[in-house]
């Protein structure tokens, strides 16, 4: 069984500064791994996903992640935060069946 | 492409009566999902489809819950009888199933239940 944890549920940054929210996972087999973002009362939109294609993922608004194998981890990071990064972020596995296991998600404001 | 259309958007319904949610998957997608997100749960899979046919319904609560797609542009979630417990953001994604894009589902913009 695949399951997710995202350290820490509420994440503070101040505008410009680096942004790291971890993700571990446990997983079978080799995983597809995804970042998601919402906004308030939206849906679910995908950031960036993992296919084993490369080890450093990068994806849309300035975001990227790295795949470590050996630390079954997947951290999202940005280098620099700005004011619409204010949102939920969810990671989440699937061992190449359709089902998506989601993490509680991190909460990330952006002190001005 | 539109994407995923939910419908209604937001619904308030009194215990015991009968919920209706809509959704359209992005044209083209073979697999059809619908999840439930609440603060307590998280983010929950209920069912999801392939071609129109339910593959795995192992996260529907309970026999008030039922799910169809009777073609492959449009799937229901209803709920009957309606319990307050049910209040909840429904969403519905899909997948093409294909190539760079296996696995990758995307999301609707759900629908908010409040049940009294």
């Known amino acids: 069984a695949q399951s997710v944890t995202q350290l820490g549920s509420h994440v503070s940054v101040s505008e410009g500064a680096l942004v790291l929210l971890r993700c571990n996972y446990s997983?079978?087999?080799?995983?597809?791994l995804f970042w998601y973002v919402q906004y308030p009362n939206q849906g679910l939109q995908l950031l960036l996903k993992?296919?084993?294609?490369?080890?450093l993922v990068k994806g849309i608004n300035g975001f990227e992640a790295e795949f470590k194998k050996s630390e079954t981890s997947f951290h999202l990071t940005k280098p620099s935060a700005h004011m619409s990064d204010a949102a939920e972020y969810f990671c989440?596995?699937?061992?190449?069946?359709?089902?998506?296991?989601f993490g509680a998600g991190t909460t990330v404001t952006v002190r001005a | 492409d539109a994407g995923v259309i939910q419908s209604p958007r937001h619904e308030v319904t009194e215990m015991g009566q009968e919920v209706t949610l809509r959704c359209k998957p992005i044209?083209?997608?073979?697999?059809l999902f619908w999840y439930r997100q609440t603060m307590m749960r998280g983010l929950e899979l209920l069912i999801y489809?392939?071609?129109?046919?339910?593959?795995?319904d192992s996260g529907m609560p309970e026999d008030r819950f039922s799910a169809k797609m009777p073609n492959a542009s449009f799937s229901t979630l209803k709920i009957q009888p309606s319990e307050p417990r049910d209040s909840a953001v429904y969403f519905c994604?899909?997948?093409?199933?294909?190539?760079?894009?296996?696995?990758?589902?995307?999301f609707g913009p759900g629908t908010r239940l409040l049940v009294l």
């Open positions: 993992y296919t084993s294609a490369a080890t």
């Open positions: 997983s079978s087999v080799p995983p597809y």
């Open positions: 994604a899909s997948s093409s199933g294909q190539g760079e894009d296996q696995e990758t589902q995307y």
């Open positions: 989440a596995v699937s061992p190449n069946d359709y089902k998506l296991s």
């Open positions: 044209s083209g997608h073979d697999y």
């Open positions: 489809f392939n071609n129109n046919v339910p593959i795995d």
